[in-house]
């Protein structure tokens, strides 16, 4: 039952509630209907009848059951295949150069290329095509069948009608003919032998049994009761077996013939051995299995029998897509091997059972036109042999330039012949930009060896003396070894004060005066914050 909402109800109009549904699946009472008037099992389960409550159904429904949601932008239609819209009369401009038409270009252009196109004749422009664009949903889009008329099949319909029809016709018009032979005989000949008679009758009967063979197929048809939606009715039911074949224990009934199995409904054996294969229907159960498929799954069970025992971990019951990859991988190795071995024997031995191969210049140089040329090899006679060419732009110069882009190769790179430039889209500069290039590279290739005669002898370089002062060092400048020992003791000693403020003296002197000797020692035990080695140093 499907609930509008959830209510309070006691107890008593819960009972009541149960009891009507329980009448309800047992067909006592009429089912409920929802808002289209259409009844509702009282079988669903109370979980998928009852809407929800943000729905606020006011009347049972199971239309939140149900897709009442739509897109209205999605459409079924399909393209209008084969569909023109407009005709010109005169070429546009924009339009296919080949056929006229506004709605594609030349390169792809569907009709037959035509020696002049439409752009230049102005005659016989194609109409425009009807372009439609559709926004289908994920259905549509994998529809199969979209698109498809269903109307159409009923040619398929009449033109299998309409053979049966001039099968029958042309086997009444044979029997007809045959009658008035028969008639004639009989009339002009006065002894017909008995043979030809049984021919003739065996022939009409063959030919009356095939002209009511659309009657025949009435006794195919079975009337029994078939049950419906709607209760039971009476119905035709078509019988699948055809009658006319001769089930295959009744083709031999010599009882020393194959042997067949009722429980199976299986005979191995051909019961007609004798026969002509051509006209023969069945030849037994054991032929299936040495033709098709069942013949390659033979040899793959061999296969991976032959290569367990090898040693190969391969199970074809186990393991069957793994024993057909390596069955097919071992035919492809077989195979390879078998081409190998013979283009080695052919060629040690060489083969000759073929001819040897004309070369192609000959093959495709020979023909019937005649072309005579001066010693300059100029064209005296005759016409020279064009080249095809294709329904693509080519030879199109650009940026005065006289060859296209990729005429020329150097040092890895294209570039145009006329100016020998490797920079695509550039202006060709001529002769006068290929001499500017040559006399560049030239320039480069001796500053180059320039540069590298004067790396040989390396400069000799001063020895700069220390800065002591944070200025230039004048070159008078003269330290006295001595004086300079007793400033690095005195560093010393005052680096151990700095660290350990214990051992300075309770009276300190000081004096203003720095030496040179001085301003060399602090230099030299200074660290240097950036040197990975004060750590070692000091």
Request: proline share 4%; with cysteine; charged share 40%.
């Amino acid at each position: 039952m499907a609930t509008a909402s959830v209510a309070f109800k006691s107890r008593e109009d819960h009972r009541k509630q149960l009891e009507l549904e329980e009448a309800r699946k047992a067909g006592l009472a009429p089912a409920e209907v929802d808002e289209d008037g259409k009844e509702i099992n009282p079988h669903i389960p109370q979980y998928m009848s009852s809407a929800p409550w943000y729905l606020n159904a006011e009347r049972p429904s199971l239309k939140h059951q149900r897709k009442w949601k739509s897109d209205p932008n999605y459409t079924k239609s399909w393209y209008d295949r084969g569909a023109k819209v407009y005709q010109a009369e005169k070429y546009r401009k924009g339009a296919c150069e080949n056929c006229g038409a506004m709605t594609h270009t030349g390169k792809s252009c569907l009709e037959r290329p035509r020696k002049v196109g439409a752009k230049w004749t102005n005659k016989h422009i194609a109409p425009d095509e009807k372009i439609e664009t559709f926004e289908l949903d994920y259905d549509g889009k994998r529809d199969r069948w979209n698109g498809y008329d269903a109307s159409t099949y009923a040619r398929v319909i009449e033109r299998y009608e309409a053979r049966d029809e001039a099968r029958r016709k042309y086997l009444k018009e044979q029997q007809l003919k045959k009658l008035e032979e028969k008639n004639n005989n009989q009339e002009g000949e006065s002894v017909v032998s008995d043979e030809d008679e049984d021919d003739d009758e065996d022939a009409l009967k063959v030919d009356e049994a095939k002209v009511d063979e659309s009657k025949q197929m009435d006794f195919a048809k079975v009337e029994k009761r078939v049950r419906t939606t709607g209760g039971g009715s009476t119905g035709t039911v078509r019988n699948l077996r055809i009658r006319e074949d001769t089930a295959k224990y009744l083709l031999n009934l010599d009882v020393n013939s194959a042997h067949y199995d009722p429980k199976t409904r299986s005979m191995r054996e051909d019961p007609l051995p004798d026969a002509d294969p051509n006209e023969k229907f069945y030849a037994g159960d054991n032929r299936n299995r040495v033709s098709g498929q069942a013949l390659e799954f033979k040899q793959l069970n061999i296969h991976a029998w032959e290569a367990f025992e090898k040693g190969q971990d391969i199970h074809m019951q186990a393991a069957p897509s793994q024993a057909e990859l390596l069955y097919k991988n071992y035919k492809v190795i077989k195979e390879k091997l078998k081409y190998r071995m013979k283009d080695t024997i052919m060629e040690k031995y060489g083969n000759a059972a073929t001819d040897e191969e004309l070369p192609r210049e000959l093959l495709l140089g020979q023909s019937e036109r005649e072309v005579e040329y001066d010693r300059a090899g100029r064209i005296i006679k005759g016409q020279e042999m064009a080249l095809p060419r294709s329904k693509y732009e080519e030879d199109v110069y650009i940026n005065n330039h006289t060859s296209v882009w990729g005429s020329y190769w150097k040092d890895h790179s294209w570039g145009y012949k006329c100016c020998k430039q490797t920079v695509k889209n550039s202006y060709c500069t001529g002769a006068a930009g290929i001499e500017a290039a040559e006399a560049a590279a030239d320039l480069m290739k001796a500053n180059i060896a320039r540069k590298e005669a004067c790396e040989d002898a390396p400069a000799p370089v001063e020895e700069k003396r220390p800065v002591t002062w944070g200025t230039e060092i004048p070159d008078d400048l003269v330290l006295d070894e001595k004086l300079l020992a007793e400033a690095l003791k005195k560093e010393d000693e005052r680096k151990r004060e700095e660290r350990d403020e214990r051992k300075r003296k309770y009276n300190v002197r000081w004096n203003d005066e720095v030496t040179a000797e001085d301003m060399e020692a602090y230099r030299m035990k200074k660290i240097h914050h950036d040197d990975p080695m004060k750590d070692f140093l000091h």
